[in-house]
């Protein structure tokens, strides 16, 4: 889905599939700095992805296209807390937002002032924000993308901030303003930590959250391995067992092989990171642990799955991989978009995938 793969977050790094001029598919990587390595593929053409298998999305997306979020407003009065339905609140809003047409900001201008509709606006100003500028490195980027980017974060951080005020239990506008708002702003450090502690103060396994924090912590936004790995090996600690929430150490086992392979293109470094025994032993673990028997119940369980597959591919675990992408059939209409989007439409690629992701 967009929503999902396409991007790590609207502000991190992504492992996606284009196509050039000519039609041909290429495997793109990308970080905050823009595309950096680009390797073509072949592509097998395969048959359309089926029906969801929650209705909702279907009507979301539909609605989005017409700029219309009736259905979405009122399905997100249901979500609270219980039954992972920040997760899910979170999940519509996201799959709205990026179905809104990103060229039409003066659509939302009669979006309602509540806490549903500016969490809806500051997300979908989030998305504009990242369109705007495109994916080009930073040197490359047009100077007049560069103030719409900026007016776009902080119409987003002002709806995001207005909508936390509005509703003081869901913590979805503050795991939105900890992650892509707070690098694309480059806010300050305790601005960034405090937006997390509010988000997870609020619900304290919160996904989106951690995974905003990881992304701040990363070396190439002015962290570091150690800063990153600490706060992962940290969450999977107080995660309950069998959580979701762990596979943010494949975030970060991803985010560690992704500086190695596109922004050093340190290829001994990469071998060797990926080669780690203690690296694969971890990774695996936390398979069994969490994912292998975890099914998928609802929007809420793609993520962690799509993750999970992601590194899984990158790492060469072919067995694994196959009953991931086993799970995600069914919702593959919403992860069109890289490694697993693609492994998901021609299963046959997986070899040349990981042949071509560990070179």
């Not at 995001?160 to 806010?187: F, K, W, Y």
Request: glycine share 6%; proline share 5%; with cysteine.
């Amino acid at each position: 889905m967009g929503a999902i793969c396409s991007k790590q977050s609207q502000a991190g790094s992504a492992v996606c599939v284009v196509r050039d001029e000519n039609g041909a598919p290429k495997l793109v990587l990308t970080n905050e700095y823009g595309r950096v390595r680009v390797v073509p593929i072949n592509v097998v053409p395969n048959e359309p992805a089926p029906p969801l298998p929650d209705s909702l999305c279907e009507d979301i997306i539909k609605e989005a296209s017409e700029k219309k979020y009736d259905t979405l407003f009122k399905a997100m009065e249901s979500l609270r807390g219980e039954m992972n339905g920040w997760a899910k609140r979170s999940f519509y809003v996201d799959l709205a937002a990026e179905h809104w047409d990103l060229k039409a900001p003066e659509s939302l201008d009669t979006c309602p002032d509540t806490a549903a509709g500016n969490l809806f606006k500051g997300v979908y100003f989030i998305n504009r924000a990242w369109d705007v500028r495109g994916g080009d490195l930073a040197h490359k980027v047009k100077e007049s993308a560069w103030p719409t980017f900026q007016s776009c974060l902080e119409t987003a951080r002002d709806a995001l901030l207005r909508s936390a005020s509005q509703d003081q239990e869901d913590p979805t506008p503050h795991a939105n303003l900890c992650g892509a708002v707070a690098m694309g702003l480059q806010v300050e450090s305790c601005l960034k930590k405090e937006w997390f502690l509010e988000a997870v103060k609020r619900d304290p396994l919160n996904q989106k959250a951690h995974a905003g924090r990881l992304s701040n912590l990363c070396r190439k936004w002015g962290g570091s391995h150690l800063e990153m790995h600490t706060f992962a090996e940290e969450t999977v600690k107080k995660a309950p067992q069998g959580s979701t929430l762990k596979m943010i150490q494949y975030d970060a086992f991803y985010e560690q092989w992704l500086f190695l392979y596109s922004i050093t293109k340190n290829k001994p470094e990469t071998k060797k990171f990926l080669n780690d025994q203690r690296t694969k032993n971890i990774s695996m673990s936390l398979y069994k642990e969490v994912i292998e028997a975890h099914t998928i119940q609802d929007v809420s369980d793609v993520s962690p799955h799509v993750r999970a597959a992601q590194w899984l591919l990158i790492l060469g675990a072919k067995q694994e991989v196959a009953k991931e992408l086993e799970k995600l059939r069914p919702w593959r209409k919403i992860i069109e978009d890289g490694i697993v989007g693609k492994a998901l439409e021609d299963p046959a690629s997986i070899d040349s995938l990981i042949q071509q992701l560990s070179a």
